[in-house]
């Protein structure tokens, strides 16, 4: 069973910082790329950022410079760094797992943790 849990959601104030972190437990699974993707009420999930086993990032447009995407090297556990948070960075984001099970490739959705910026 794979079970992908995020934390690190808080309320803050705009301009500050949070760090998500993601951590996949699995016994068959190897993860090839970890994602974290947000969605507002109302609007459909997007990327924010990803990164692979080989330590590429890549990042939204709306997040270059200001948030930074990690794992840590050798463990199923990666990290979102965000700086200078604005109003409109709150909602909830979410972890994807993405690897191989065997064969197959497959992709594990976590739960989501809350961000809210705020005065």
């Known amino acids: 069973q794979v079970q992908v849990v995020e934390s690190g959601g808080d309320l803050v104030q705009p301009g500050g910082s949070l760090r998500l972190s993601c951590v996949v437990s699995?016994?068959?699974?190897?993860?090839?790329?970890m994602n974290w993707h947000r969605q507002a009420p109302g609007k459909q999930r997007e990327l924010v950022a990803g990164?692979?086993?080989?330590?590429?990032?890549e990042y939204a447009d709306f997040v270059k410079g200001r948030f930074a995407i990690s794992r840590d090297s050798g463990e199923n556990t990666g990290h979102l760094q965000m700086s200078d948070l604005k109003h409109e960075a709150t909602t909830v984001y979410y972890c994807?797992?993405?690897?191989?099970?065997?064969?197959?490739?497959?992709?594990?959705w976590g739960q989501g943790t809350q961000v809210t910026v705020a005065s």
């Open positions: 994807k797992a993405e690897g191989t099970i065997g064969d197959e490739m497959v992709g594990y």
């Open positions: 990164i692979t086993t080989h330590g590429y990032p």
């Open positions: 699995a016994s068959r699974f190897r993860v090839y790329a």
